[in-house]
């Protein structure tokens, strides 16, 4: 049969309630925040997917999200995980992270402290290829010089060891708040004497019910609160450091070479390049150099004795052999062998047997860190299914990049735009209307032509 995603009225009517989600989630500044209450300050990677879904249907508010981030980009070069809406929260947010202590900051604006997965070149290029050759060029002209500035400051700062691979240090640098690989690092790697205390004493239970985040959600589906305080405490180290990669990384709460991170910027890499070529400029040697070693630079990270991708311990140099979703992550990255991307696709086929309706786990459910609902130690999340699906496509395996989107666009069209998804039965979880949901369904919809199924 043939069907086509774009004349299913089903579809429609997803594409309609997206976009609705995301007038919802517009402050006054048009900003789109991730989700109301819970996540009330632009988000960089957030705002990326936003962008990527507005760019089918709103250019303009498109390119803001973009620029905004950029304007808040620090002196040298880092683009902040977090830009702080002025109004009520403002106050206390912002003094959790503090950015003004650290010099290299941008004076203009309160931010995070750290970074999250580069998926602005992503943004920057689906927006440009929607524009006309020369509002594109110009498009370009207005955000390469920052952009080139934040892949710089990247293996400038973060790959002290010139592997070509950069070093993250704070598991919310990944995105990937709490999976197993993560968690476990911070438990081995740094453990302060109070959080054994608490979670001695017992007193995490009593935390539990008065946290902010189970205002708005089940607190059972959020991280737990010895991981909200092991979190925290790391990024106090930070804060201590203001922020200063060079002495962080001497004594590190937390440092990696995040599979996740690295493959988003080998693709950025690539992207960079497009965007430069667009418009006649050369890239320097020092990115052009990581392009040409992307693939060996990756190979790194692939563990021969259990045939899989992990992340590295920066500190110990060892691989954090630990479940999560970003084991397949590579096949986005676009930088491995077809034959190696057929190893990963088989392993995405493979959760069907292991009783998985809808993929993509964010943990595999023979792990013993599986939890259904649990954040990221479990569920499956749109943007990952995003980022597998176009990898998918990439090296050609069309049929199950159209069945993952089915899948995915299911999720939403049965429950709406919720921030996860239990795999096994398909409910929702997390925060209800979240932006990046809506924002990439509507990019699978608009993107996905007639097909075979
Ligand atoms: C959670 C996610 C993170 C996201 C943020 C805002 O912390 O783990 O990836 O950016 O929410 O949506």
């Known amino acids: 049969m043939t069907k086509s995603l774009l004349l299913d009225t089903n579809n429609q009517n997803i594409l309609a309630a997206a976009k ?28 990326c997917f936003i962008a990527i879904g507005l760019s089918n249907y709103n250019l303009k508010l498109a390119q803001k999200q973009i620029l905004t981030l950029l304007k808040a980009q620090w002196l040298n070069g880092m683009i902040p995980n977090i830009v702080f809406s002025p109004g009520l929260r403002y106050w206390l947010d912002r003094h959790i992270w503090r950015s003004r202590i650290a010099p290299q900051s941008n004076p203009n604006f309160a931010t995070g402290g750290i970074t999250q997965p580069p998926m602005l070149a992503e943004a920057v290029v689906r927006i440009g290829n929607k ?30 060891k010139n592997r070509g691979l950069v070093t993250l240090i704070h598991p919310w640098e990944t995105g990937l708040d709490n ?15 109070w959080i054994n205390l608490v979670t001695r004493l017992k007193l995490d239970k009593l935390a539990d019910h008065i946290r902010f985040d189970a205002k708005y959600v089940d607190y059972r589906q959020r991280n737990s609160t010895i ?12 804060r201590k450091q203001k922020y200063n990669t060079q002495r962080i990384l001497e004594k590190p709460p937390f440092a990696i070479e995040d599979l996740t991170y690295n493959c988003i910027l080998i693709r950025a890499n690539e992207l960079l390049s497009e965007i430069a070529k667009t418009i006649n400029e050369t890239l320097p040697p ?43 992550l590579p096949l986005y990255s676009g930088a491995v062998s077809p034959l190696r991307a057929l190893e990963l696709v088989k392993s995405i086929t493979s959760f069907e ?11 595999p459910p023979d792990s013993s860190w599986f939890k259904p609902m649990g ?14 699906i176009d990898g998918l496509k990439r090296y050609g395996f069309n049929r199950q990049a159209e069945l993952l989107t089915r899948k995915t666009l299911d999720l939403v069209g049965n429950n709406g735009f919720y921030e996860y998804f239990n795999p096994l039965n398909g409910n929702p979880a997390g925060i209800a209307n979240f932006s990046w949901s809506a924002a990439l369904a509507i990019d699978l919809i608009m993107n996905t032509k007639a097909t075979e199924l």
């Open 353 to 363: 047997n292991k009783g998985v309706n809808f993929p993509v786990p964010s943990v």
């Open 20 to 47: 609705q989600v995301l007038t919802y989630n517009t402050t006054s500044e048009g900003i789109i925040i991730p989700a109301q209450g819970l996540y009330p300050h632009q988000v960089l990677w957030d705002s």
């Open 375 to 388: 954040y990221w130690q479990g569920p499956t999340w749109i943007n990952m299914n995003w980022l597998i």
């Open 286 to 328: 020092l990115i052009k150099n990581r392009i040409i070693r992307a693939e060996s630079s990756l190979d790194q990270l692939w563990d021969n004795d259990q045939s899989e991708y992990f992340s590295r311990n920066f500190t110990w140099d060892s691989f954090i052999r630990e479940p999560s979703i970003a084991a397949l």
């Open 227 to 238: 991981e909200a305080l092991s979190l925290y405490a790391a990024l106090r180290r930070l």
């Open 131 to 160: 524009l006309t050759t020369s509002k594109r060029k110009q498009w370009y002209r207005s955000v390469y010089p920052a952009l080139l500035a934040y892949h710089e400051w990247l293996y400038i700062e973060r790959d002290p």
């Open 179 to 193: 999976t197993p690989p993560l968690i476990a690092t911070l438990r081995h790697q740094h453990e302060p004497r």
